[in-house]
T-cell receptor
Framework: NAGVTQTPKFRILKIGQSMTLQCAQD?????MYWYRQDPGMGLKLIYY???????DKGEVPNGYNVSRSTTEDFPLRLELAAPSQTSVYFC??????????????FGEGSRLTVL | QKEVEQNSGPLSVPEGAIASLNCTYSDRGSQSFFWYRQYSGKSPELIMSIYSNGDKEDGRFTAQLNKASQYVSLLIRDSQPSDSATYLCAVNILNTGNQFYFGTGTSLTVIP
C-alpha cells in the first residue's frame, strides 16, 4: 500500500535552475496539497487541488507552479530556483471525508537545497 | 491573512507531568481544528481533531476548543519520553476549498 509517494527525497539545485517535485497517490483522493516546511517552522500551503484539472494558490505560491491532469498526480514545478526555496516539501492528499476529519495523508517529504 | 499562532516553545516537562500546548487562530470561518504530531525528520501525523466547543478526550490526550476566544489547546497527561516531538495546530477553513492552515509548531521534550 504505497499511499503518497514523493520523488526525489533529496535534491541540490543551483540558483536559477528549475525542477519538478513529483507526488503521486494511489488512494483515489480528490484533494491534494503541497506544503513547505522551513527549519523549526510549521507548514506553509503552496498550492492545493480539489480534483483533476482544478488547482488554486495557497499562502506562498510565488516561484512555484502546479498541474493536476490526473487524480493520482500533483507535480510541483520550481522555476528559477532561489536560496529562499531551500526547504522540505511535503505533498498530502485527502478524501472528501478526510478533509472534515483532518485525515491528511502525507508523503515522506522532499528535502531541497538551493545553492 | 489566515493565521494560526502557537507558543513556539521549546517546552520541557518531566516524565509523568501534564504538557499543555496552546494555539490561537485568526479566521472566524475556521470550522475544524486538528493537532498533528511530527517526529524529527518525519511527516506529520494526525492525533486529535475537534469541531465543537468544549473538551474531547482520547486516551492521554485532551483537546479543548473555545470558538469565542478563537483558542484551541492540547493537554497530554502522564507525558512519556515517546511524546517528545513537535506538535502542530491546524485549522480547516471549509469555505475556501478545504485549505488546511498550520501553526509554527511547539517543540515538546519529555525528560525521563
Amino acid at each position: 500500500n504505497a499511499g503518497v509517494t514523493q520523488t526525489p527525497k533529496f535534491r541540490i539545485l543551483k540558483i536559477g535552475q528549475s525542477m519538478t517535485l513529483q507526488c503521486a497517490q494511489d488512494m483515489n483522493h480528490n484533494y491534494m496539497y503541497w506544503y513547505r516546511q522551513d527549519p523549526g517552522m510549521g507548514l506553509k500551503l503552496i498550492y492545493y487541488s480539489v480534483g483533476a484539472g482544478i488547482t488554486d494558490k495557497g499562502e506562498v505560491p510565488n516561484g512555484y507552479n502546479v498541474s493536476r491532469s490526473t487524480t493520482e498526480d500533483f507535480p510541483l514545478r520550481l522555476e528559477l530556483a532561489a536560496p529562499s526555496q531551500t526547504s522540505v516539501y511535503f505533498c498530502a492528499s485527502s478524501s472528501p471525508q478526510g478533509v472534515v476529519t483532518g485525515e491528511l495523508f502525507f508523503g515522506e517529504g522532499s528535502r531541497l537545497t538551493v545553492l | 491573512q489566515k493565521e494560526v499562532e502557537q507558543n513556539s516553545g521549546p517546552l520541557s516537562v518531566p516524565e509523568g507531568a501534564i504538557a499543555s500546548l496552546n494555539c490561537t487562530y485568526s479566521d472566524r470561518g475556521s470550522q475544524s481544528f486538528f493537532w498533528y504530531r511530527q517526529y524529527s525528520g518525519k511527516s506529520p501525523e494526525l492525533i486529535m481533531s475537534i469541531y465543537s466547543n468544549g473538551d474531547k478526550e482520547d486516551g492521554r490526550f485532551t483537546a479543548q476548543l473555545n470558538k469565542a476566544s478563537q483558542y484551541v489547546s492540547l493537554l497530554i497527561r502522564d507525558s512519556q519520553p515517546s511524546d517528545s516531538a513537535t506538535y502542530l495546530c491546524a485549522v480547516n477553513i471549509l469555505n475556501t476549498g478545504n485549505q488546511f492552515y498550520f501553526g509554527t509548531g511547539t517543540s515538546l521534550t519529555v525528560i525521563p
